[in-house]
Each structure stands twice: as C-alpha cells, then as structure tokens.
C-alpha cells in the first residue's frame, strides 16, 4: 500500500510540473503577444500621414488613412481605404468612411462653378453605403448617410408611361364577352 501511494504521489507531482510549463509557455506567448499589439497601437496613434511599414496590420493602415483624410488628402485617404475594402477586421469601416469621403468631396464640388461634377461623386456614396448595409443591415449611420446623400440626388423614378406586355394567359375581353355582336347583324 504504501508503493502504491508513492506513485500517486510523483504522478501528481509530474503532472503538476506540466501543468505550470505549459503555463509558463502560455503566459510567453501572450506577453509577446500583447508587446506586439501595444506596438502596432503605438504606432497606429503616431502613424499620421507619414507610410507605415509593409507589414503594419489593417488597423495600422487605417489609421494613417484617417490622418490622411484629416490632413485634407483626401484622394489619398480614398486609395488607402479602397485598398483595405476587403479586409474583415476593417473593411466595413474602410467602406464607410470612404463614402463618407466622397460625400464631403461632392458637397465642395457642388458649391464650386460645376455643381454636376457632384453626381457621380454621389452616385458613388450612395453605392458604397449601399454596399455597407447590405453587409451590415443595422449600421446606423450608414443608413442615415444613404438618406443624406438621397436627399442631395434623389435616385430616378422608374417611368411607367410605356405599358408592358399583357399578363400571360390573361383573359381578353373581345373574346370572352358573352351575348356581343362584334358588328353583325
């Protein structure tokens, strides 16, 4: 019995041991991890509109196209934003903001000599706010902007002057009249 209970007792210990390296092995890589995440925040809050590196994450590249578009380059915020478009962690936000760029532009474009110049900027919006709600059907501000921009160029009605086709295997009354002489005696 008391053989028995000494390997009991080192197997406990064994497996405690590995229980606190494998431990030790997580809380690494999450140290690391986070050093890197504090990093690429770092330099997401000091990126402004100088490039950063190739290998910066989405969220880095999306905070210098803000900038961009703060400091008023606001074509380049656009490539910046269209570039990360089909990124999932900021595409949706990339998609946003980009239209709501491009309302801005159409409103500056609008007050200035050619007013039509707007409406493909607005089209455009109009569009890709379109395509922010159907991604996400309950962002907000997507759909009060769509409505904004709706506002400023309403989209054409369709035209129902011409008269289409008539239904398929629809009744016609000159055939199925009963009792009416179609002109004969």
């Known amino acids: 019995m008391g053989l028995r209970g000494g390997f009991a007792t080192r197997r406990r210990t ?6 606190l390296v494998v431990l030790a092995l997580a809380a690494l890589v ?25 290998d910066a994450p989405p969220a ?22 269209r570039r990360l478009q089909a990124d999932a962690q900021v595409g ?12 801005r532009q159409a409103l500056v474009v609008r007050a ?19 395509d922010v709600l159907r991604a996400e ?10 409505e904004r921009a709706q506002r400023l160029l309403p989209d054409p009605q369709p035209a129902d002057d011409e008269a289409g086709p008539p239904p398929r ?8 009249a009963r009792g009416v002489a179609q002109g004969m005696p």
């Open 30 to 54: 999450d140290g690391w991890l986070l050093q890197r995440a504090a990093r690429w925040n770092a330099l997401a809050a000091a990126v402004g509109t100088t490039s950063p590196p190739a």
């Open 92 to 103: 949706l936000a990339a998609r946003y903001n980009g239209a709501n760029v491009l309302i």
């Open 169 to 176: 295997n629809a009744e016609r009354a000159a055939t199925t």
């Open 60 to 81: 880095v590249w999306f905070a210098h196209a803000r900038a961009l578009d703060a400091a008023g380059d606001h074509d380049g915020a656009l490539q910046q934003y």
């Open 14 to 19: 064994r497996l405690a041991i590995a229980g």
């Open 137 to 146: 059907p309950q962002h907000w501000e997507a759909r009060y902007n769509l």
């Open 112 to 130: 200035g000599e050619r007013p039509a110049l707007a409406i493909p900027l607005i089209e455009l919006a109009k569009e890709t706010y379109r």
